[in-house]
């Protein structure tokens, strides 16, 4: 399980956007998004490299908050 | 606008918005057609001010192709509207996102919204 924060995020929509980028990568299993907080749980069965998940959320037009 | 039905309103509205919003042009003057410069948006606990309501145009324009608006009921008086409806989003890979929102709105007399309180809930077919 990876957990991340999102920024830009301010509606249903976003987390839609956001949560369907996600799960186009191979072996992403499930995505939750919690809104106010903008945290991403993301679950696969294989290690997600950082820079998948960067590209993904910003080919959704969001930004991956630095750690 | 004020001989619309408040349903009527609500659909116009969001349709007129979203098909401006899609459709490309300055962000910022789209906006200012449809909320006031003070428009204080509060969804799901998220506030939204202008700017960023501005800001939040962006990744909706990269994302959405097409939305459609069922208003399953509104009530509408001089400034105040409230309304449930579904938004359905078609987004750029082929996904529709269905949200049902339960808005609150305070109206300027210009028929631009103020100031909206609202809560949704996810209703995409899985």
Known sequence: M??????GMTCAHCAGFVTEELESLPG????AVDLPTGNVTLTADRPIRPAEIRNAVEAAGYELAET | ???????????????????????GGDAAAVVDRYYTPDIEQVADGVTLDRQRLIDHLRPVRKNV????YDVHEAIRTADRV????TIHAETRRGRTISTEVYLFGELAPDGRIRRTTQATRDVSAS
């Open chain 1, 28 to 31: 992403v299993e499930s995505v």
């Open chain 1, 2 to 7: 990876t957990t991340f924060q999102v920024r």
């Open chain 2, 1 to 23: 606008m004020s001989d619309l039905s408040a349903r009527e309103f609500v659909a116009n509205f969001f349709e007129s918005f979203t098909r401006e919003v899609v459709a």
């Open chain 2, 82 to 85: 409230a309304a449930r409806f």
């Open chain 2, 65 to 68: 192709i097409s939305c459609a």
